[in-house]
């Protein structure tokens, strides 16, 4: 079974440019969730989407956004990048139920000019 | 609102002894608990996860943890370090389990592996 694979692998963009990421799940999973890693604040919760809707969301400026198509593949959108949002972006899938396991993809680096 | 505490930024430990990660925890309800790996350039790997079901978790690599609910702690070990095992862990809290409300992850701990 594939893993949750992320594209692009790396980028670079300088500030006031926007920017999208891709995630594609495990298949059968049907919640994405997206994550924020970087050396200052570690790993900070962004957003998780499930059946193409938001059920929750992190502590994170209005300029990150997100969504899920039907196929559970998910996107996520800086809009007006700052330094600060250079960042290691990790998306992870899961089952529907409570107590299972977030498979991680191997991220996005993404390097703000 | 939960929280986690991983203490000491960096473990150094000899190839062959023991590794112990500490790792504690707060909660407003009886809490899920993850250990991951990252190693460089790469996701995260779960290495195990405590549900409620046993206090002592095995999980991969040989690694287990102990959850404790009078400490608020849920330390991972490991008998004998291994080179392989360098690398940063983590240790994350949930309060449903699974994606819905996000995973809280400690700092990270860097283990470092001595030969």
């Known amino acids: 079974k594939a893993g949750v694979t992320q594209t692009p692998r790396y980028l670079i963009k300088t500030r006031g440019q926007q920017v999208t990421l891709s995630c594609s799940p495990i298949s059968g999973h049907r919640s994405v969730s997206w994550y924020q890693q970087t050396p200052g604040q570690g790993l900070q919760f962004l957003f998780e989407?499930?059946?193409?809707?938001?059920?929750n969301k992190g502590n994170f400026p209005g300029r990150f956004s997100g969504r899920q198509f039907s196929n559970s593949r998910s996107e996520m959108n800086v809009s007006t990048l700052e330094l600060g949002d250079s960042a290691l972006y990790l998306c992870?899938?899961?089952?529907?139920?409570?107590?299972?396991?977030?498979?991680f993809g191997p991220g996005t680096r993404l390097t703000v000019l | 609102a939960q929280s986690v505490t991983q203490l000491g930024s960096h473990v150094s430990v000899s190839e062959g002894a023991l590794v112990l990660l500490r790792c504690n925890y707060s909660?407003?309800?009886?809490?899920?608990l993850f250990w991951y790996v990252q190693y460089p350039n790469q996701g995260l790997q779960l290495l195990l996860k405590y549900t409620s079901a046993a206090t002592l978790v095995k999980g991969i690599n040989g690694f287990e943890a102990e959850f404790k609910k009078s400490e608020t702690s849920f330390h991972l070990t490991k008998p004998s370090a291994h080179m392989s095992d360098a690398a940063e862990y983590f240790c994350a809290v949930s309060e449903s389990g699974g994606g819905a409300d996000g995973l809280t992850f400690g700092k990270g701990t860097h283990l470092i592996i001595q030969p």
């Open positions: 989407y499930f059946s193409e809707t938001q059920r």
């Open positions: 992870a899938s899961s089952l529907v139920q409570s107590d299972n396991e977030q498979f």
């Open positions: 909660s407003s309800v009886p809490p899920y």
